[in-house]
Nanobody, 127 residues
Framework: QVQLKESGGGPVQAGGSLRLSCAASGRTSRRENIAWFRQVPGREREFIAA????????YYGNSVQGRFTISRDDAVNAVYLQMSSLSPLDSAVYYC????????????????????WGQGTQVTVSS
């Protein structure tokens, strides 16, 4: 089992920046692809960004391309999501997720592709 815990959420004004962290613990081999999703009430979970287990590949959702940056530091078992130019539309609960398959070459962008989830951290952007 891999445990994930998000942090760094909170209130921020439009145009501002925030960095989310995802700490992994438990039986992680550090070879899992990791992704960030977000969800608002009444809507499906939205893919935000993903990073390969090697850190060499990153993918972004269209709504955050150019504004958000995903990175990982395997030395501390953490994945980060740097968010900038935030707007109220970015308000949501943000989740990090890890694949159960180690060293996978195809990175999922659907929630069903991930086996482990954190509890989420709320981001609220005010105008």
């Amino acid at each position: 089992q891999v445990q994930l815990k998000e942090s760094g959420g909170g209130p921020v004004q439009a145009g501002g920046s925030l960095r989310l962290s995802c700490a992994a613990s438990g039986r992680t081999s550090r070879r899992e692809n990791i992704a960030w999703f977000r969800q608002v009430p009444g809507r499906e979970r939205e893919f935000i960004a993903a990073i390969s287990w090697s850190g060499g590949r990153t993918y972004y959702g269209n709504s955050v391309q150019g504004r958000f940056t995903i990175s990982r530091d395997d030395a501390v078992n953490a994945v980060y999501l740097q968010m900038s130019s935030l707007s109220p539309l970015d308000s949501a609960v943000y989740y990090c997720a890890a694949e159960g398959l180690e060293g996978a070459t195809v990175i999922p962008i659907l929630p069903s592709g991930y086996d482990y989830w954190g509890q989420g951290t709320q981001v609220t952007v005010s105008s």
